[in-house]
């Protein structure tokens, strides 16, 4: 059974970093990663990606901000987030898709593996 693991949220001000993680069991290919998130009374939006060969993608909002990262140990999975924002606040989820393709932030109704989702509060 796959299963994801975030780590890393909090509360935190306007203007600050932080960096989230994403561990995951069970075996699984990791064709395409990334992190969607849900801010309250929104819907939920991609915002970033990257693929088997390292190609990353971003939401507008995050483009220079966000650094989406993987590597092959237990925890593939990175968010870095400068220059946070309150409207970056919302439940964080780390996803993938384990079969190959285009890989970018709106597609994140293909993630067939869910984390259960972190919090991030920014508060201005």
């Known amino acids: 059974r796959v299963q994801w693991v975030e780590s890393g949220g909090g509360e935190v001000q306007a203007g600050v970093s932080l960096k989230l993680s994403c561990a995951v069991s069970?075996?699984?290919?990791?064709?395409?990663m990334g992190w969607p998130r849900q801010a309250p009374g929104e819907e939920r939006e991609g915002v970033a990606t990257?693929?088997?060969?390292?190609?990353?993608r971003y939401e507008d909002s995050v483009k220079g901000r966000f650094t989406i990262s993987r590597d092959s140990a237990e925890n593939p999975l990175y968010l870095q987030m400068n220059s946070l924002k309150p409207e970056d606040s919302g439940i964080y989820y780390c996803a993938h898709r384990p079969w190959p393709g285009y890989c970018s932030p709106d597609q994140d109704r293909e993630f067939s593996y869910w984390g259960q989702g972190i919090q991030v509060t920014v508060s201005s």
């Open positions: 069970g075996y699984t290919r990791l064709w395409c």
């Open positions: 990257v693929d088997s060969d390292g190609m990353s």
